[in-house]
């Protein structure tokens, strides 16, 4: 009996160092989830699983980590795996439901959205889904709407009126200058399948100045872009896209090339992404820019973009971008290091778009009327208000200021640009 007590004794003990041990990773594992150590708690989950086998709240917490870690083809086996142990878990059921839906899963996801819509007893849960099986209605309903067609008219108010940054020393008479703005958008949902999409697009828009006519600028561009959702949340974005423009009815560029985005969520309502871009680039000289293709060359750039949106309606972004721009002549030749943050906000029918952006160019030719390598640096702030006053219309107030400060004098300069503008979505 003394041998059989002993036992038992030392069993029980045991007992309790294992329901400690899950303690202990279970509350870690929570706590992670809550500071957004996704990582971490995923590592912390899976102890306390190896203590308690099939146990429901870890398979649960795990699930919701690997989802918001943005690994969204585990979750949803963690999930399923978390339903099949208390299939009336309405908790499990909205978040593999979220799942579904981020995966493109819709269908899915409606399924369990709908159930816990109509049944659930959780006042917050119901709200949710509600709020997933509208977003999924709305989704569907662009989908099914190939074609689309955009219209913006406006004006604009410049006061260094000049076709780019990089190149203002034209003579163009009067500096400050109105001009009217019309761009017409057309897009064609080419392919949509649940981890895959394909879009093609053609942009025109045109510019006629008052004074500066010199200046009218005429652009054609087209593109086709795809992009691919792996299985463990990342995005691969592709496009190829072609530019043609006109200054004054006389050719001004050819721009066309390729660009790469690979964009992975790392923790919940956040967003990295990698990206590059080549551009093949060609200038044509004319009465007004006899000297324009001198600029002909390559271009690539690199970057790295973290977004992190807050609340549903904000979303804030940082921005670095390396990029190499190659010209027949040196003087025109540069590197630069660009720095960006924006602030995005929805509040109702209004919206908000503020930027501020630096760069600094370091030119690799000596310039030829100043007889020294131009050293740019370039400041740019940008505020955008946007009030969507019907589904199909809005109108956009819009500034820009810039401050080229360059050791080259003509380059030198700052300008503001003041828009105003009607947007149709046909």
Do not use: C
Not at 163 to 173: V, W
Not at 246 to 253: F, I, K, P, V
């Amino acid at each position: 009996m003394i041998i059989i007590g002993v036992i038992f004794f030392l069993l029980a003990g045991q007992a309790l160092a294992l329901e400690k041990d899950y303690e202990i990773a279970i509350t870690k594992g929570a706590y992670s989830i809550d500071k957004g150590e996704y990582e971490a708690a995923i590592e912390y989950l899976n102890a306390a699983l190896n203590e308690k086998p099939g146990d429901l709240n870890a398979t649960l917490s795990l699930g919701i980590a690997y989802s918001r870690l943005g690994d969204y083809e585990k979750a949803k086996d963690v999930l399923q795996k978390a339903l099949s142990i208390d299939p009336y878990n309405e908790r499990a059921r909205y978040e593999l439901g979220v799942v579904l839906f981020k995966m493109g899963e819709r269908d899915s996801a409606d399924d369990q959205f709908l159930a816990l819509r109509d049944r659930s007893s959780d006042e917050d849960l119901r709200k949710g889904a509600s709020t997933f099986i509208e977003l999924s209605a709305s989704s569907r309903q662009d989908d099914e709407k190939k074609y689309s067609l955009g219209i913006i008219i406006g004006g604009q108010f410049d006061t260094n009126t000049i076709l780019e940054p990089s190149n203002p020393d034209i003579d163009r008479g009067t500096e400050e200058d109105w001009r009217a703005i019309a761009a017409v958008n057309a897009g064609w949902k080419v392919m949509r399948k649940d981890n895959m999409t394909l879009d093609a697009e053609y942009v025109f828009y045109q510019s006629l100045h008052g004074d500066n006519t010199d200046f009218d600028l005429q652009q054609h561009s087209a593109s086709i872009s795809g992009n691919y959702t792996t299985k463990n949340g990342m995005e691969i974005g592709l496009e190829y896209t072609a530019g043609y423009s006109l200054a004054s009815g006389d050719e001004y560029s050819m721009v066309h090339g390729p660009s790469l985005e690979l964009g992975r969520s790392f923790y919940e309502g956040s967003l990295t992404a990698l990206s590059y871009a080549h551009e093949f680039r060609d200038y044509y000289d004319s009465s007004v820019f006899p000297t324009n293709s001198s600029r002909s060359g390559n271009y690539d750039a690199i970057g790295i973009t973290h977004s992190v949106e807050t609340k549903d309606t904000m979303i804030v972004s940082i921005s670095y971008m390396f990029d190499i721009d190659a010209a027949k002549e040196s003087y025109w030749e540069s590197n630069g290091h660009n720095l960006s943050v924006s602030l995005d906000a929805q509040v109702n029918k209004w919206m908000f778009l503020m930027k501020a952006s630096y760069s600094d160019r370091q030119y690799q030719g000596d310039d030829p009327a100043e007889g020294e390598k131009r050293h740019d640096q370039v400041q740019q702030y940008s505020a955008n208000v946007v009030w969507a006053f019907h589904k199909a219309y809005n109108i956009s107030l819009s500034e820009l200021y810039v401050i080229n400060s360059s050791n080259v004098q003509r380059f030198d300069y700052d300008r503001s640009i003041t828009g105003l503008y009607l947007m149709v979505r046909l």
